[in-house]
């Protein structure tokens, strides 16, 4: 099982992006999906997850109506939409499988209930002010 997270790019604040994640190896309609992100000397954090228990989105108060997430189910790929872009969101942005949805900090401690199953390789997101 592999994802991978592309799209990534140096761009300037206000600015758009879109980050792709595709996954091989199974399908993920029983997980869902969601994009971290890690910016450096900081903890890896959950910003925006679509859920497959409840079908809802969560995401950080830091992105909420500048993020959006979306899927192509027949390609297997979810998408991060990413518009109004500050430098406080450049940060390597990782695509996830996981259960439960994350919102926040992430570490081992959050416990079997929000773990991630799956990470995919990060793509480097830099914006310029």
């Known amino acids: 099982v592999q994802l991978q997270a592309f799209g990534g790019g140096l761009v300037q604040a206000g600015d758009s992006l879109r980050l792709s994640c595709a996954a091989s190896?199974?399908?993920?309609?029983?997980?869902?999906m969601g994009w971290f992100r890690q910016a450096p000397g900081k903890e890896r954090e959950g910003v925006l997850c679509?859920?497959?228990?409840?079908?809802?989105?969560y995401s950080a108060g830091s992105v909420e109506g500048r993020f959006t997430i979306s899927s192509e189910n027949a390609k297997n790929t979810v998408y991060l939409q990413m518009n109004s872009l500050k430098p406080e969101d450049t940060a390597v942005y990782f695509c996830?499988?996981?259960?439960?949805?994350?919102?926040?900090?992430?570490?081992?401690?959050?416990?079997?209930?929000?773990?991630?199953?799956?990470w995919g390789k990060g793509t480097q997101v830099t914006v310029s002010s």
């Open positions: 190896g199974r399908t993920f309609s029983s997980l869902g």
């Open positions: 996830a499988a996981s259960e439960h949805c994350f919102i926040g900090d992430y570490s081992d401690s959050v416990g079997d209930y929000y773990r991630v199953h799956y």
């Open positions: 679509r859920s497959a228990v409840d079908g809802r989105t």
